[in-house]
């Protein structure tokens, strides 16, 4: 089959067309033909930083965690999918799994699910790694009905999707972001907008919970930005983190008594540990999705096999409006 392949790291590593073996489904496993992939910041952090991330595949290397497509071949062992079934999931792209920058991608049952039927091909390959991240990390934090959440960075992969969820969950919700783009689109996605660059924690936690703070800080820009998270739960509050590498002073969430949940959704691909929780995600996440309650937004510029390379540098340069998808 065709795939996109790295034969080097770094930030300007080139993907290259080769002719690699054909996958064949071995037990738990199905052969999908990959017609999307979207691309995530892990994918652009493995490009470039290669043998120094621990999840780094050997080279050459096919990259791509996110697809949709659909089912060719199925393994011994594997239930409720038959050959022709449209699905979708994260389940390659790192360490030993062959990527989904491919014709095909032998993919862990357990790690996939049907595709909603309301979402495209496109649509649907935006979704999973952003969509279980969110629903972990609201579930973990135990989001309910009539809390007040705030989701940081809420017109990102992450965060706009983590709005939908909470307020499936019945959650008032409020997000950060800059700019009348960004503005816009939280609004339009259903919370309250804050631009960070204008107003203080202090001054929306005011606006937005009375001074008390909120229930749960969905924080999916981490690092320093952590800091702004403890200041805007309350008292015994949640806080869930999807970047947690940083030094940092706890001292804040002690004297608060925040409970820290850092999600981390590759645990399960790398170590083979509850897998199937994922395809149990992403069987919910097509039930919202079908009933209107979650729409992943992608970016509105197109990608082929062909524009790999540019995907990645839109992705990375911050000019991007939702999810980047390379269609196959």
């Not at 392949?5 to 290259?16: H, I, K, M, Q, R």
């Not at 800059?178 to 339009?188: K, T």
């Not at 909120?214 to 309350?234: E, W």
């Amino acid at each position: 089959m065709k795939a996109m392949v790295l034969n080097s790291y770094g930030p300007d590593a080139l993907f290259e067309l080769a002719e690699i073996p054909d996958p064949v489904a071995t037990p738990g496993h199905v052969v999908v033909k990959v017609a999307a992939t979207s691309v995530n910041t892990v994918d652009t952090m493995i490009r470039s930083m290669g043998a120094d991330l621990p999840l780094s595949p050997q080279l050459p290397a096919v990259l791509g965690m996110d697809f949709a497509g659909t089912v060719v071949a199925i393994g011994d062992g594997v239930t409720g999918l038959a050959i022709g079934d449209e699905v979708y999931g994260c389940a390659g792209g790192l360490m030993d799994l062959l990527g989904a920058l491919a014709e095909y991608i032998n993919a862990d049952a357990r790690l996939i699910a049907h595709k909603p039927k309301t979402l495209s091909m496109r649509e649907a390959a935006a979704l999973p790694l952003v969509g279980i991240t969110a629903y972990e990390g609201l579930t973990r934090a135990g989001v309910g009905e009539g809390q007040n959440v705030l989701v940081q960075g809420g017109a990102g992969g992450v965060g706009h999707i983590a709005i939908q969820i909470a307020r499936h969950f019945g959650a008032n919700v409020s997000a950060t972001g800059r700019g009348e783009e960004q503005m816009a689109l939280i609004e339009e996605l259903g919370a309250r907008p804050v631009d960070f660059t204008t107003q203080k924690v202090q001054d929306y936690v005011a606006e937005h919970t009375s001074g008390v703070g909120f229930d749960v800080v969905f924080d999916s820009v981490g690092g320093q930005n952590m800091t702004n998270s403890f200041a805007a739960a309350k008292l015994n509050g949640q806080v869930a983190s999807t970047v947690a590498m940083v030094e940092i002073d706890l001292t804040p969430a002690h004297f608060k008594g925040l409970s820290l949940h850092v999600v981390f959704m590759l645990i399960p691909m790398m170590h083979n540990v509850g897998r199937k929780t994922h395809g149990d995600i992403l069987r919910t996440l097509a039930v919202l999705a079908d009933e209107g309650a979650l729409k992943p937004i992608v970016d509105k510029h197109t990608f082929g096999s062909a524009d790999i390379g540019a995907a990645y540098a839109h992705l990375t340069n911050g000019s991007a409006v939702g999810k980047v998808v390379v269609e196959l």
